[in-house]
């Protein structure tokens, strides 16, 4: 099966891949065109193998590093992520010393009943 890739107006240099990739080859064709308007031969290379899926690479980061390191009851954790793909709809479970508290949310407010509790977030 062959589905065409226009590239990207401003770089055509590069592709990003998509999930309608996986399991394909690509192929480039590129023609030369000189200065003078000369169009030369059409060159073509294809990947050996074809494209397969790694698990996102996925990086969280606190929105505010000043709050999450002298956190205050009234006020809110707040995470962001980024990744190397899109991710999907993730599982978000905010944790209270091992005890599941609140779920699919990127912020946590932090009340009274934290005090010296141990609070983490785990995002799948």
């Not at 294809?46 to 996925?58: I, S």
């Not at 709050?67 to 205050?72: D, Q, R, S």
């Not at 949310?105 to 609070?119: C, M, N, Q, S």
Request: one cysteine or more.
């Amino acid at each position: 099966e062959t589905h065409e890739i226009l590239p990207n107006e401003d770089d055509n240099t590069r592709l990003m891949l998509t999930p309608a990739e996986y399991g394909h080859q690509i192929k480039v064709d590129y023609t030369p065109v000189r200065a003078d308007g000369e169009v030369g031969g059409t060159v073509s290379c294809v990947t050996e193998d074809a494209v397969v899926a790694y698990p996102p690479h996925v990086r969280i980061e606190w929105a505010d590093d000043t709050m999450a390191a002298h956190p205050l009851v009234g006020t809110l954790l707040e995470f962001r992520v980024t990744s190397n793909q899109e991710t999907g709809h993730p599982i978000i479970t905010w944790v209270r010393d091992g005890e599941e508290v609140l779920h699919n949310t990127y912020r946590y407010p932090l009340r009274a009943e934290d005090i010296g509790h141990k609070i983490e977030v785990r995002y799948v």
